[in-house]
């Protein structure tokens, strides 16, 4: 084998692919990216059983082949070599490797690519295309409020349904959830004239690689197989194996009504909740996390928080308030991040007492588009 391609464009396009190329895993192909050649260019894979991401890299062939090489050590070596066109040689009796611009060579060995797991197929008719960065905006606004290794498989990941035109995406580990649901311009991959209908969970570590790939312009067509799902950009193929389980019935979560709701300037409230963190992050070994407390009354609010060694307190002014009075905790990052998953200047907190969940809505809110979350209380033992 062997290969000559710019060496910035190999970087900028094998970067994903070497990310997904797992450096745990007890099959040790894992830990290396797939090279094949095919026609004018070079096919690079990186896949760890869960989810894979493949890129086709136009080049000059020279010689054909198909070998596997470690992942993270041809990674740092792209990067490491001097600006220009890199060529890749591998000996295919011996699987010794060269890898040299100018006078930089390095040398390592390769593997033989049949040594490779094999990869799922995915050829389901059953998909549609959409806008890149719609499906970003979709999974930017809930997977922050996903679980990572919940107990409960259909927790550590978003739930994605597509029906009638409406995308909804919802996230939550138990104690947060947050919701997006857009009308937007979908195209069935498919002539038959049935509405779209698709419903699955895709695990939140697939969605963190599938944001790196995501960008402002181009569609992005989705095919959704038995047990994976695949992505396909102008660029990149991602395919991901899903959560194969019934999601919550979110709905009857969402708190449908409400005796306490405040407005109020998300700036000013983000920032608040930015100092606080620095008290309810700060803990010693063994010690429970410090919750923030919110003291709502009439024209202003409270924010606090008090640990072992530094305490807090912010007063800031209510836009609107109607309802009682009420102090309520909860968990500081929690509502950090909802406020960053925000994109209103004014937001909305509907609350009914100190052990409910509360619901935070953006106030101008987008047309064709709506968007919640709620967050769950923490008992405080003052």
Do not use: W
Request: glycine content about 6%; overall charge negative; aromatic content about 6%.
């Amino acid at each position: 084998m062997k290969i000559t391609i710019d060496r910035d464009k190999l970087i900028e396009s094998t970067a994903p692919v070497c990310s997904v190329a797992s450096g745990k895993n007890t099959i040790k192909a894992l830990d290396c990216v797939l090279m094949q050649t095919c026609g004018d260019g070079c096919l690079f894979v990186g896949y760890d059983l869960e989810k894979g991401i493949k890129v086709t890299v136009p080049c000059r062939v020279e010689e054909e082949g198909f070998f596997l090489l470690n992942a993270m050590r041809f990674a740092q070596i792209i990067k490491a070599m001097p600006a220009g066109n890199v060529t890749v040689e591998i000996d295919e009796k011996t699987l010794k490797t060269r890898i040299y611009n100018g006078k930089s060579v390095f040398e390592l060995q390769a593997q033989p690519g049949s040594a490779y797991p094999d990869l799922p197929e995915i050829t389901s008719d059953k998909g549609f295309s959409m806008k890149q960065d719609d499906l970003a905006e979709l999974i930017r606004c809930t997977a922050f409020s996903a679980a990572l290794n919940d107990p409960r498989p259909s927790l550590n990941g978003v739930f994605m349904k597509v029906c009638g035109g409406v995308f909804t995406a919802v996230g939550s580990d138990g104690f947060r959830l947050a919701l997006c649901e857009q009308k937007t311009e979908l195209t069935s991959i498919n002539d038959d004239g049935e509405e779209i209908d698709m419903r699955f969970i895709l695990p939140l570590k697939t969605t963190d690689e599938l944001m790196r790939l995501l960008g402002d312009g181009d569609a992005v067509t989705l095919r959704l197989g038995r047990k994976h799902i695949l992505f396909e950009t102008e660029r990149y193929t991602m395919f991901a194996r899903l959560i194969d389980v019934e999601y919550i019935d979110y709905e009857r979560i969402i708190p449908k009504s409400s005796e306490i709701n405040v407005k109020i300037d998300k700036e000013q409230f983000s920032d608040a909740l930015d100092r606080a963190l620095l008290v309810t992050e700060d803990r010693q070994p063994g010690q429970a996390k410090t919750p923030v407390i919110l003291n709502f009354t009439d024209g202003s609010l409270n924010i606090s928080a008090v640990s072992i060694t530094n305490s807090v307190s912010d007063d800031i002014p209510l836009i609107k308030k109607t309802g009682p009075d009420i102090e309520i905790c909860y968990n500081c990052r929690y509502l950090c991040d909802s406020m960053k998953a925000l994109k209103s200047d004014t937001v909305k907190l509907s609350m009914t007492s100190p052990l409910s969940f509360t619901l935070i809505e953006p106030d101008d809110e987008e047309e064709d588009k709506r968007f919640l979350m709620i967050v769950g209380p923490v008992r405080h033992i003052k």
